[in-house]
């Protein structure tokens, strides 16, 4: 299990470099506010990849918040999709990435509390 943690915790990290890339790509791009709207939820995901990295108690929890937050923000857009439509930008796979990204994180943050409840149930049993 700590193999799929570090690799829990890796796609975060890498999810928030991603971030970095949305952020310059979205200055351009978009309304101010809606700018400010995205660098914030960036920053609530970097902090928690921080915490990730530290073992920090309901880390898991907040990323699983935010994946799912973050693909029910983005995937209903269809100016996003209009990109995709463009053929292979930097914007359109941005996109795309970042949306495997969090459906990776949703799915194996899923797969570690499944097994940690079994692990759990399992103890419980021989007690």
């Known amino acids: 299990m700590p193999t799929l943690q570090r690799f829990v915790t890796g796609l975060v990290c890498s999810s928030v470099a991603l971030g ?23 920053i609530a995901y970097l902090f928690t990849a921080i915490a990730m990295i530290q073992n920090r108690h309901g880390a898991n929890k907040a990323a699983f ?10 995937a209903p857009q269809p100016e996003h999709y209009a990109l995709m439509r463009q ?20 799915l194996l943050l899923s797969i570690l509390y499944l097994r940690r409840r079994m692990i759990t149930g399992k103890e419980m049993q021989e007690k």
């Open 65 to 74: 918040v935010l994946a799912i937050l973050t693909l029910v923000v983005s």
């Open 20 to 42: 970095v890339i949305l952020l310059y790509q979205l200055w351009f791009m978009v309304p101010r506010w809606l700018f400010y709207s995205v660098l914030l939820g960036w």
């Open 87 to 106: 053929g292979l930008t930097l914007a359109s796979m941005t996109f795309i990435l970042g949306s495997v990204l969090q459906l990776f994180v949703i």
